[in-house]
């Protein structure tokens, strides 16, 4: 049995994460609910196994001897809870990449669980939560006593499917701000920020949903934490509760005509821009980067987080990707700090 698992192999990031493991001698078992992992699995010369998760016991049969599983498929608030049931029991260290609020909060959960066990639990390990989660922790070290927390993201390249629909489900709902330490209701849209990251200017709306507003409160501390993404502008207006009608169109009609994800070229050339900003009320410190395209650098950080953990640096309990520091980017393709 290899000794990382990929659940979700066959979606378009696990795809993307399963090439990039046989890209650099990893190895893993490729996992999912459906058929399509066999093919994905025959082609990079793997392993696989196809099951879903309604029954505990055979997920745990299939994760004997896994000492990682990285869980790629999507609906985390139902596939989080079961497989970290079945690491628990079986000693498996966890990673997703669950990246809103409540998918996070929610693997929290198993914190004490998980400490007893000697296992890892790491939700947001891909680029919406592990870049910025860093950055904001070396924000807070230049400025121990920041009581506020700024992060910012831009991407430039494509969408899938799954996040394009995950975002659209609930584009005009409400979500969080962190204010005094404590998650209070916010509106989408409802603040902009303008920010720059390598000489590059964005205008960014507020995002209530990212899971920086829970990872970022437990990787620093910081009582009062705000979360902006560049978005475009029908996004925006969909936000602010206009042009709803698009919205339903898309996702009961025009989903399957889309591309699944970012093609070959916007992988190759495509960036992103991350900058966390602590301030005290006199004075302000910022980290920023620019990295690879969004998925692209999915990837990436799920391989070196993979080759941390193999080789011991890991730490029991619920962790976010600021446990590794700036070492986990360093030197990853793509990466530049500014």
Avoid at 98 to 116: I, W, Y
Avoid at 208 to 231: H, R
Avoid at 281 to 302: N, S
Wanted: glycine share 10%; hydrophobic share 45%; with cysteine.
């Amino acid at each position: 049995m290899s000794e990382v698992m990929i659940y979700g192999a066959a979606g378009y990031t696990g795809r993307l994460c399963a090439e990039e493991f046989v890209r650099v001698g990893l190895q893993p078992i490729l996992c999912g609910r459906q058929e399509a992992v066999r093919a994905v699995a025959e082609r990079l010369g793997l392993k696989s196994a196809v099951f879903d998760l309604n029954d505990p016991g055979e997920t745990e049969r299939r994760l004997k001897g896994v000492r990682l599983l990285l869980n790629l498929s999507g609906q985390f608030l139902t596939t989080q809870k079961l497989l970290i049931e079945a690491c628990l029991a079986t000693g498996a260290h966890y990673v997703d990449l669950a990246g809103e609020v409540e998918d996070t909060s929610n693997a929290f959960t198993f914190d004490n669980r998980a400490r007893d066990a000697n296992i890892m639990i790491m939700p947001g390990a891909g680029f919406n939560v592990a870049p910025s989660d860093i950055v904001a922790g070396l924000a807070k070290k230049k400025l121990p006593d920041a009581n506020e927390l700024v992060i910012a993201l831009a991407t430039d390249g494509g969408v899938s499917r799954g996040t394009l629909k995950g975002m659209l489900s609930h584009i005009d709902h409400p979500g969080h701000r962190r204010v005094g330490g404590v998650l209070v209701p916010a509106r989408p849209a409802e603040t902009e920020l303008e920010f720059q990251v390598a000489g590059r200017r964005f205008r960014a709306v507020y995002d209530p949903w990212l899971g920086d507003l829970f990872t970022a409160w437990v990787s620093t501390g910081i009582a009062n934490i705000s979360t902006y993404s560049v978005l475009p502008g029908l996004a925006v207006a969909m936000m602010k509760g206009r042009l709803l009608w698009l919205r339903d169109l898309i996702l009961n009609h025009l989903m399957s005509l889309l591309p699944e994800g970012s093609s070959a070229r916007q992988l190759r050339n495509g960036r992103t821009y991350v900058v966390a900003i602590a301030s005290n009320g006199r004075t302000q410190e910022r980290v920023a980067l620019t990295g690879p395209e969004a998925y692209r650098f999915t990837a990436l950080c799920l391989r070196e987080i993979t080759r941390a953990v193999l080789a011991g640096k890991w730490s029991p309990g619920f962790q976010t990707p600021a446990l590794f520091g700036r070492e986990l980017l360093e030197g990853m393709e793509g990466v530049k700090w500014d």
